[in-house]
């Protein structure tokens, strides 16, 4: 490889000071960087031996337990074609079908934040971060596949920009960047991802009978109004299975990649072993939304006095679904194992990380239920959460302090 | 009562090439020593005291802090000035003495201990070089003559990668060290001796005059700043202690006892790219030169006064720090590596990583012979809830760095300044994914609340 490697230093003069294309130095050097782990060495003062570890090697191994989720995904979205226009396919269709939608998803994805990133190193001079290998990959995974791609690419580009480099780029946002570009969608063109429609590619072909877009989200909160327990609701409208396996599995309609449990649980596991993700985030989130679920079941009401006519007898359906649907419905895995363990954006002390997941599960089921205008609930509480993060963090590095204080009076 | 503090938080760096327990003989005697300013990060104004041609014997003054001139850093050596070497804007690099065959000493008066009073010890100690031995906290820097200490503390282990074992290289000496205990309580009501908790020790189990407490775990167990923490933490800026290292101590003994400033070290030399690793006995700020020819294996290689952590590059011909107990030789990591083959997408095991991320297949308990490659580039701050996995301390790293480059005196203070030194945190630097300078960090930090 080391041909490769002198003929890349070749060009580098040209990349130098004084060379014609100094402006472009730090887009030469990502690129000779990706290929090559350069040849620096430790200075003189200081630790003489250095970690076999850097970040583009953490931000891989993200892009690596990611792996599962996307791959299911892209299957998913051709699975959920031919069940809603009812036509028999192979696998591999179905694979390719949801290849075919996705992949220019991705792309755009890339590209158009990949340039804001780099126009941005070369105006300041720095140099180029490998945050964006994992956010230009989560961005289409929390999008709908019938999604514009001229959505896309503004998506990420504001995202980019307004969420990371107006605050001094990568390790200094306060919002995760993947969830501001969601946010940005949601927000401006709320037609184009939070309608009924958008979920399914049909294609040209007609839908089956009894096909509705909606997710199981937007179908609690229509089981709600009609006072029908949402699973048997669900069961009954739904043209796809909703049985608590099926949703677990993640073969229902949804954003690419946020569909399925298990793959979000398998990515989980990699990103705990490796130690990337920190499990108490996943831990608490998860014990945060199944309490708060719980706590919700309470106040459901009575199914039986309302059938009965008993007077003033009132029955709320979405807040009677078992709390364990709100781990396997939604986006609630996928937000909580790869967006809400994103470090820079959530808390940074270990017992704020404790409080930070908890508040991301309890504050993803009120929405969810308590507020049917946004049908899902994780997106906005992880951005909420990102937010209050520096302030979590402010009470417990506080604490530290004050333990200190006390030391000194002793 | 003694306490057994063990502690888990830390990482041990394992390294081939550990020193094995014996002299090295043929070695050409090294001829020239020096003292460095570099060594001591509290000097404000170093000056020579001595010209070019001046002979001097072991123990006269040749270097001295122009704010602080009470303190005398002597030769080690006795000989002939024969440089002076100085860098850009003629700052003062070192002094360098050409040894003589046979070393002179100069003469310092000798009573018995329990006579001598405090005046008395602090001005010998001044006037010998032995005073720099003693390193005050907070700011780790020589200690100041005006300080009234609470308390002097001694870790008698070194937890370093590779780092020599005092039980071979102040083997015998235990009196001199008792000694140096019974100088040292003239200043201060207490000694504390940090023992390691793992195993017991000939050399200090039996010392009386001090408390002892254990420590055990992996490094940075044996840092003195981590043992004070857990002991009698220092509390502000005018919470003054003083630290000083069994080998400090030893000298403090053997000038009190026999009236000389005897600068005589047993080094050890290891690491991977060293032939046969052993010890070698020598003076303080000795010249590698010969050292290395004996030694040393290979021409691209790292000469590191010191341990891999702590120490400075020096090359092959550069001259021992003042503190350094050892020297270590690496392999230059200057070679770039495809990412595919065993750069930063490879599955890779010949490279120690304290993390585990996608491919650091490694395991942390094998002996490595790792190079000086940086492994990675710069980055800003991103990975959270490491650091503070090698501090066994409670203090919160990353936001005292976060203090230190915002110039925020207040939160400095609040978190923890005071407590650290650069060696209690240089694992984070190691471990450190953005690959920041941390060391550089926290002396920049102790610089800051001390001049301010």
Known sequence: MKFIHDLIEKQKPMFEKGGKLEKLYYVFEAGETFMFTPPDVTKAKGVQVRDAVDLKRVMMTVVIALIPAIIFGLWNVGYQHHIATGEAASLGEQFLIGLQLSLPIIIVSYAAGGTVEAAFAVFRNHPITEGFLVTGILIPLVLPATIPLWQVALASAFAVLVAKEVFGGVGMNILNVALTARAFLYFAYPAAISGDKVWTYLGDAAPVDGFTGATFLGLAVEAQNQGVAVADFVGKTAHWASDPLSLFIGTIPGSIGETSALMCLIGALVLIWTKVADYRIIVSGVLGALAMGALLNVFAGDAEAVKNGVEGAKYYAYLDMPSYYHLIIGGFAFGIVFMATDPVSASQTNNGKWIYGALIGVMTVIIRVLNPAYPEGIMLAILLMNVLAPLIDHYVVNANKKRRLKRATV | ?452
């Open chain 2, 1 to 452: 009562m003694s306490n057994n503090v063990k502690l888990k938080k830390g990482f041990d760096i394992k390294l081939v090439g550990e020193a094995a327990e014996s002299i090295a003989k043929n070695i050409d005697t090294p001829t020239t020593f020096a003292i460095k300013p570099e060594d001591f990060p509290g000097m404000i104004r170093p000056k020579a005291v001595v010209k070019v041609g001046e002979k001097v014997k072991a123990g006269d003054p040749i270097l001295i802090d122009g704010k602080l001139e009470e303190v005398k850093y002597t030769s080690p050596v006795s000989g002939e000035i024969v440089e002076i070497q100085r860098g850009e804007r003629r700052k003062l690099l070192a002094v360098v003495v050409k040894a003589d065959a046979q070393v002179e000493y100069k003469e310092f008066p000798v009573k018995p201990i329990d006579q001598v009073s405090k005046e008395e010890a602090q001005a010998i100690l001044l006037e010998s070089g032995v005073w720099p031995q003693l390193v005050r906290r907070p700011y780790a820097i020589v200690a100041n003559p005006s300080d009234s200490p609470r308390a002097v503390f001694v870790s008698a282990f070194d937890s370093h990668p590779l780092a020599p074992n005092f039980e071979f290289t102040l083997k015998g000496q235990e009196s001199y060290i008792q000694a140096g205990i019974d100088v040292l309580k003239k200043f201060t009501p207490k000694v504390y001796l940090g023992l390691n908790g793992s195993k017991s020790s000939a050399l200090f189990d039996g010392l009386a005059g001090v408390e002892k407490n254990k420590f055990s775990g992996p490094h940075p167990a044996g840092n003195v700043g981590v043992q004070i923490h857990h002991t009698a933490p220092v509390t502000s800026g005018n919470d003054v202690v003083w630290t000083i290292s069994p080998e400090g101590l030893a000298q403090v003994g053997k000038l009190f006892k026999e009236g000389k400033y005897d600068a005589k070290r047993i080094i050890a030399v290891a690491g991977p790219k060293v032939d046969t690793p052993e010890y070698v006995e020598t003076y303080a700020g000795v010249n590698l030169e010969t050292i290395s020819a004996a030694k040393i294996k290979g021409d691209n290689v790292r000469v590191i006064s010191g341990n891999v952590l702590t120490g400075y590059a020096v090359g092959k011909k550069g001259f021992l720090g003042y503190y350094s107990n050892m020297v270590t030789a690496l392999e230059e990591g200057n070679k770039a590596r495809f990412f595919l083959s065993d750069g930063w997408l490879a599955p890779i095991t010949s490279r120690l990583s304290f993390h585990k991320a996608f491919g650091l297949l490694g395991s942390t308990s094998k002996k490595y012979a790792l190079d000086t490659n940086t492994n990675g580039q710069d980055r800003p701050f991103a990975v959270t809830g490491s650091f503070e996995k090698v501090v066994p301390m409670d203090i919160y790293p990353m936001y005292l760095l976060k203090a230190i480059l915002a110039y925020d005196y207040e939160n400095m203070e609040a978190l923890g300044i005071y407590e650290v030194a650069e060696e209690d945190l240089a694992l984070c630097e190691f471990i450190d994914v953005s690959k920041h300078d941390i060391q550089k960090i926290v002396r920049q930090g102790l610089d800051t609340m001390r001049l301010d």
